[in-house]
């Protein structure tokens, strides 16, 4: 059973080759090189403003010729995770709370590990708190109260949660996904 591998990617490649009449096999990796050339301009992107222009090119070289860089251009989903991600810290950065949210949905659609961008949102809310930063209280009281951070943090497993309530009313096991890869 393929329910190892989470929707978003195969959806991807499925539509376009559906639109295109181009066999997926051959999509595959034309859609994960495209997803690798953005995800390199967003990291660029980045790099240059949380660091300077030079770290910006040694991040994008790295990435680029790093030892396992060809898994980039194949039919896997390294690509569009790590564009996703990408993006999920160029959002953060600029305290676009639902962009960095809907780009945590997509990664928890991509993978089930990209659940875990909840977590440097979180701490991006936290550390970006103005007020007092001794009283607990009032920091969480900021981030509850706010509409697009709530919203934000909330829509993050959503990819994860529509892919297991799918596989529950289809085999009856929400965490097939999980349970498949010990067959």
Request: glycine share 6%; aromatic share 16%.
């Amino acid at each position: 059973a393929n329910w190892a591998f989470f929707p978003l990617y195969p959806v991807i490649t499925g539509v376009i080759s559906d639109v295109t009449g181009i066999a997926s096999r051959v999509v595959g990796p034309l859609v994960s090189t495209v997803f690798f050339i953005v995800a390199v301009m967003v990291i660029f992107r980045y790099v240059s403003m949380t660091r300077n222009r030079d770290n910006a090119i040694l991040a994008v070289t790295i990435v680029s010729f790093g030892p396992y860089s060809f898994y980039f251009s194949c039919f896997y989903t390294e690509a569009l995770f790590l564009l996703l991600v990408a993006c999920s810290f160029y959002f953060l950065e600029k305290k676009e709370w639902l962009a960095a949210g809907v780009c945590g949905a997509l990664l928890s659609a991509t993978r089930p590990t990209g659940v875990l961008i909840f977590f440097p949102l979180l701490v991006k809310m936290v550390t970006s708190y103005d007020g007092d930063k001794k009283c607990l209280l009032n920091l969480a009281k900021s981030i509850i109260t706010d509409e697009k951070k709530i919203l934000a943090l909330s829509i993050v497993p959503l990819g994860m949660f529509a892919y297991a309530t799918y596989l529950y009313f289809l085999v009856g096991d929400p965490f097939a996904f999980k349970n498949v890869e010990i067959a």
